[in-house]
């Protein structure tokens, strides 16, 4: 069965800290990647995609990830996080071709602190 | 990208009785989603609610509890029906245009069942 998996359920930080969020998944074929965020109160945000092409992939507001077929992982980075990065992150896949279904990981809550 | 509202936003309501949502996409999409995200938890998907014929379940989520309109490319329903304080959760639709763009996501409906 698909199945996605976030190691870490919460991470604190400090402002300026690195970051890096792990995203394991199981799946018998190709996959779509993608991590989601929801700030507090706001809806459900791509952060970023990947699809096929260079594994390592860049978002919105400095955060890339790279994908590494061997590990079947797609770990979340920034290099220098921010107070308005506080947010919760979901990894998730769907297989490729076609209009299927989003396995989500359960989510890692970041709180950074100035 | 594309723009997806959702009515209503958030709603208290009694056990026993029924609530529909809507999900209103500002563009015609091939696919619609029907996610929920219980309190503290990931979200799961619900129904692919397809265009002109009878939605998709996935295992654990039945036609009578949980059904689902689809009767143009811009708009989809789904009810809540006879709730129990089980069913306090937010309900999110999604939409994927092409097969080969990331699902976005509408702002959610936030429900509570006394």
Redesign the interface.
């Given at each position: 069965a698909q199945s996605v998996s976030q190691h870490n359920h919460h991470v604190i930080l400090s402002e300026a800290a690195s970051l890096e969020l792990g995203c394991n998944y199981s799946y018998g074929g190709t996959v779509?990647l993608?991590w989601?965020v929801q700030y507090p109160g706001q809806?459900?945000?791509?952060l970023l995609?990947y699809?096929s092409g260079d594994p390592l992939v860049k978002g919105i507001k400095g955060f890339e990830a790279e994908f590494i077929k061997s590990k079947f992982s797609f770990n979340l980075r920034k290099p220098s996080v921010q107070w308005s990065d506080t947010a919760e992150y979901?990894c998730a896949v769907?297989a490729r071709?076609?209009?299927?279904?989003?396995i989500?990981?359960?989510?890692t809550r970041l709180a950074v602190h100035p | 990208s594309a723009v997806i509202s959702q009515k209503p936003s958030r709603d208290i309501c009694q056990r026993g009785t029924s609530l529909t949502i809507q999900c209103q996409v500002d563009s015609q999409v091939t696919m619609m989603f029907w996610y929920r995200q219980q309190p503290g938890q990931s979200l799961t998907l619900i129904a692919t609610a397809n265009q002109g014929s009878e939605a998709t379940y996935e295992s654990g989520f039945v036609i009578d509890k949980f059904p689902i309109s689809r009767p143009n490319l811009t708009f989809s329903t789904l009810t809540v029906s006879n709730m129990s304080p089980e069913d306090s959760s937010i309900y999110l639709c999604s939409v994927d245009r092409s097969g080969e763009e990331p699902q976005y996501f509408g702002p959610g409906t936030r429900l509570t069942v006394l």
């Amino acid at each position: 069965a698909q199945s996605v998996s976030q190691h870490n359920h919460h991470v604190i930080l400090s402002e300026a800290a690195s970051l890096e969020l792990g995203c394991n998944y199981s799946y018998g074929g190709t996959v779509n990647l993608f991590w989601y965020v929801q700030y507090p109160g706001q809806h459900l945000q791509l952060l970023l995609k990947y699809f096929s092409g260079d594994p390592l992939v860049k978002g919105i507001k400095g955060f890339e990830a790279e994908f590494i077929k061997s590990k079947f992982s797609f770990n979340l980075r920034k290099p220098s996080v921010q107070w308005s990065d506080t947010a919760e992150y979901f990894c998730a896949v769907n297989a490729r071709g076609g209009y299927n279904k989003l396995i989500f990981g359960a989510g890692t809550r970041l709180a950074v602190h100035p | 990208s594309a723009v997806i509202s959702q009515k209503p936003s958030r709603d208290i309501c009694q056990r026993g009785t029924s609530l529909t949502i809507q999900c209103q996409v500002d563009s015609q999409v091939t696919m619609m989603f029907w996610y929920r995200q219980q309190p503290g938890q990931s979200l799961t998907l619900i129904a692919t609610a397809n265009q002109g014929s009878e939605a998709t379940y996935e295992s654990g989520f039945v036609i009578d509890k949980f059904p689902i309109s689809r009767p143009n490319l811009t708009f989809s329903t789904l009810t809540v029906s006879n709730m129990s304080p089980e069913d306090s959760s937010i309900y999110l639709c999604s939409v994927d245009r092409s097969g080969e763009e990331p699902q976005y996501f509408g702002p959610g409906t936030r429900l509570t069942v006394l």
